[in-house]
């Protein structure tokens, strides 16, 4: 199986244990599958006291077994050569809310997610993507801003980590250039207790 196979067959399983999730947390759900709409950042919607509401999954398969205090939001990337723009401030994405479904953890120390079965904890954040937009932008971080500061990276070819303006690097996020990947992404890091603290994100899974 090649690599794209296996993390595809990774991402159907990890579909199946989280439809179980919604279920058990009382959420109504319909799942996307047409590719049109997937496209345009939806690949689940939710139904709430008669209200649907438009959700994007994002999970953290590549790091399976460890408690990342850290998710990264797209910003852009390449694909064949063609710089394309990331889903965080693509307008033509549908996106409510983010599900980050993170801290993966499997039994008995595995190291590959083989079946629903596999999976032995799970945590899940939603974030409200208006509301993420709109605490970048208090903070001097619209999306022009932002564009300025990864269009100044990529010409210099800065890779790595670096600080932004109004965002404290510790405690809060940094902007990511990845060298390793094919895509070359630049991603803004934000620290997952930064977006709880600002109600920006909730933790729905596990319940406390």
Do not use: C
């Amino acid at each position: 199986m090649s690599k794209f196979e296996s993390d595809l067959n990774a991402e159907q399983i990890l579909t199946e244990y989280l439809d179980i999730i919604y279920s058990e947390i009382g959420f109504s759900t319909t799942r996307v599958f047409d590719s049109e709409r997937q496209n345009i950042g939806i690949d689940l919607v939710i139904t709430h006291k008669q209200k649907n509401y438009t959700i994007d999954e994002k999970s953290q398969l590549h790091y399976l077994n460890q408690r990342l205090p850290t998710f990264a939001f797209e910003l852009d990337y390449l694909k064949k050569g063609l710089l394309k723009k990331g889903w965080l401030f693509d307008r033509r994405k549908a996106t409510q809310f983010y599900f980050l479904v993170t801290e993966i953890i499997l039994n008995n120390g595995m190291q590959a997610l083989e079946s629903k079965y596999d999976v032995e904890s799970i945590k899940i954040l939603s974030v409200n993507r208006n509301r993420l937009i709109r605490l970048l932008a208090a903070k001097s971080l619209k999306e022009d801003s932002i564009n300025e500061i990864i269009k100044g990276l990529r010409k210099k070819k800065e890779f790595g980590r670096h600080s932004l303006p109004n965002l404290d690097k510790r405690r809060e996020g940094i902007i990511h250039f990845n060298k390793s990947l094919a895509e070359q992404p630049i991603n803004l890091v934000l620290k997952l207790d930064f977006l709880i603290k600002e109600k920006v994100a909730k933790v729905i899974y596990p319940i406390s």
